[in-house]
């Protein structure tokens, strides 16, 4: 096999990419890396934390697996951490609703089948309209969501005639990781940092003072993008989808090594 060849089969040989969350949705990131040639270093920067009211969590939970509602919709992969570390069943006559492509897969690999994704906007806002234009009658709908999230997607609804319970599914705390990745972003042994949400964006610059300028920072999607640079992080590159697949793919439109020049816009 020429270099060429191999350049096209495995786009991201000699590459390490932090991966920024762990569990199922962290496993298969990795393994899409691998299979491009990538060594996936895999460093949680961001973990779930019980809701402070946990109480209020169960019982919904429990209606929910009762057939209580009509609708749930998950705005982020953690809320999928919680729903699968609930055992939670989610009964047919339940649809769920997805605000992404990546949310829509984390559910997917845990074995809960998604009924609606937004077409175009991947927001909270997108999926309230697709919604809203989908349900002209009230439905009864159960919304999770982070403590620190506005309820965008709550009000909207309640605004349009629906029934909403909308509960806090856990609070989103930072991960330390350990001296050797510091040392390796630090060094510049990591080629690429993958940001997949502001709270990994909020954690990357709190964590990572001292990024290299040659170190790829690489986005999830326009929105994670703003949130990022919102951090005050240099984003590079900016998939233009928000999924895996397309951030993966961004990232290896770059060689190694890179040029500053590389990364203007």
């Known amino acids: 096999m020429t270099n060429t060849e191999q350049k096209?089969?495995?786009?991201?040989?000699?590459?390490?990419?932090?991966?920024?969350?762990?569990?199922?949705?962290?496993?298969?990131?990795?393994?899409?890396?691998?299979?491009?040639?990538?060594?996936?270093?895999?460093?949680?920067?961001?973990?779930?934390?019980?809701?402070?009211?946990?109480?209020?969590?169960?019982?919904a939970l429990g209606e929910l697996s009762a057939g209580a509602f009509d609708w749930l919709t998950v705005t982020s992969a953690t809320t999928v951490d919680v729903l699968f570390a609930h055992r939670t069943v989610i009964p047919p006559n339940t649809r769920i609703a997805a605000v992404g492509e990546t949310t829509a897969a984390a559910l997917q690999a845990v074995g809960y089948e998604v009924t609606l994704v937004p077409d175009r906007d991947n927001s909270a806002a997108g999926m309230a309209d697709q919604?809203?234009?989908?349900?002209?009658?009230?439905?009864?709908?159960?919304?999770?969501?982070?403590?620190?999230?506005?309820?965008?997607?709550?009000?909207?609804?309640?605004?349009?005639?629906?029934?909403?319970?909308?509960?806090?599914?856990?609070?989103?705390?930072?991960?330390?990781?350990?001296?050797?990745?510091?040392?390796?972003?630090?060094?510049?042994?990591?080629?690429?940092?993958?940001?997949?949400?502001?709270?990994?964006?909020?954690?990357?610059?709190?964590?990572?003072?001292?990024?290299?300028?040659t170190t790829l920072l690489a986005a999830i999607g326009p929105r994670t993008a703003t949130d990022a640079r919102r951090a005050g992080l240099p984003i590079s590159v900016v998939a233009d989808r928000q999924t895996v697949d397309a951030l993966i793919d961004a990232v290896s439109q770059f060689t190694l090594p890179h040029a500053a020049d590389e990364f203007a816009p």
């Not at 890396?33 to 019982?59: K, M, W």
């Not at 990745?181 to 964006?201: E, H, K, P, Q, Y």
């Open 131 to 213: 919604m809203i234009a989908l349900e002209p009658e009230p439905r009864r709908i159960l919304t999770l969501r982070s403590e620190i999230a506005k309820p965008v997607l709550t009000e909207r609804l309640i605004a349009a005639g629906h029934d909403v319970k909308s509960v806090v599914a856990y609070r989103t705390v930072g991960v330390p990781v350990t001296e050797r990745i510091m040392r390796d972003v630090t060094n510049g042994r990591i080629n690429a940092i993958l940001v997949t949400s502001g709270s990994v964006a909020e954690q990357v610059r709190e964590q990572f003072p001292e990024i290299p300028g």
């Open 8 to 59: 096209k089969d495995k786009p991201l040989e000699g590459w390490r990419v932090l991966v920024p969350r762990g569990g199922p949705w962290g496993d298969g990131v990795a393994a899409s890396l691998r299979s491009q040639g990538a060594v996936p270093v895999v460093a949680p920067l961001i973990n779930f934390a019980p809701t402070t009211d946990q109480e209020t969590l169960d019982t």
